[in-house]
Each structure stands twice: as C-alpha cells, then as structure tokens.
C-alpha cells in the first residue's frame, strides 16, 4: 500500500523528491501532513466505516502515536531511537509512550534476582510462576 501511495505521490507532484528525510505523508499541496490534517483523514474513515463514535474525540492520533512507539519498543528499539523516531527533545517525554508489554514484564520478571534465590524453595518456582502471570507476585 505504501508503495501504491508513494507512487500516486511522485504522479500529483513531480517537482517534489521523495528521499529519506522527506516526510511519508503529505497533503493536497505536496506539504507534510500536519496532525489536524491527519486526525480529519482518519475521522473519515472511521466514519465511513461506521465506528466514528466509538472512541474519545481528539484522542485519535495520539493513540497511533503511543501505538507506534509501543511497537518500536517491542520489536527492540532503545528509549534514545524512540526519542529521535519521535521528534522529542527528552527521553523522558519519549518514556511516556513506552507500555511494557506482558512479554516483557514476564522477561524481567525471570531475570528478577529475588524470583531466582527463591527458585530453590519446593512447590511451583517464582519464576514459573512470573512466566504464567507477570502480573501476580509470588
């Protein structure tokens, strides 16, 4: 799809270069597409689909964005890379959009020092346990 796209692009303007600092979308003018252009578009489509009153107003284009950055920590990006992906200045507004996820958790709480010293103790292990339900301290 973004292939497709990127090809109608380089059609609608063709004084323009796509290169690798350029922004991926664009509006009618062939300018980066600002975020009120892009929660209208996806209002849009919510709309067409018939889900446009399913969710809280003006809290759309923050969720991709939290869900982006969510997704890039899941697949190993480092808080520095999410900060720059982002365009923040501070890790620390960069660690706000950063979910740890329940693999996650469940890694952390395997590796946990505490859940190994008391791995030695008879019945079902910590870190048995924190495997299953990261949620749930033993």
């Known amino acids: 799809m973004i292939n497709s796209y990127l090809t109608s692009r380089r059609t609608r303007f063709p004084a323009r270069r796509i290169g ?60 520095s890379e999410i900060m720059v992906l982002l365009g923040h200045a501070s890790l620390t507004t960069s660690q706000a959009y950063i979910d740890a996820t329940a693999a996650e958790q469940r890694r952390s709480a395997v590796a946990n020092r505490t859940y190994r010293a008391l791995d030695s103790l008879p019945g079902v292990t910590p870190t048995q346990q924190a495997a299953a339900d990261p949620g749930e301290v033993p």
């Open 20 to 79: 690798s600092k350029s922004p991926l979308f664009v509006d009618g003018r062939g300018e980066p597409l600002q975020r009120g252009g892009l929660q209208y578009l996806v209002e849009m489509a919510l709309r067409a689909a018939g889900v446009g009153d399913r969710r809280s107003p003006g809290a759309l284009v923050h969720a991709l964005r939290h869900t982006y950055a969510t997704r890039l920590a899941d697949d190993g990006a480092t808080a």
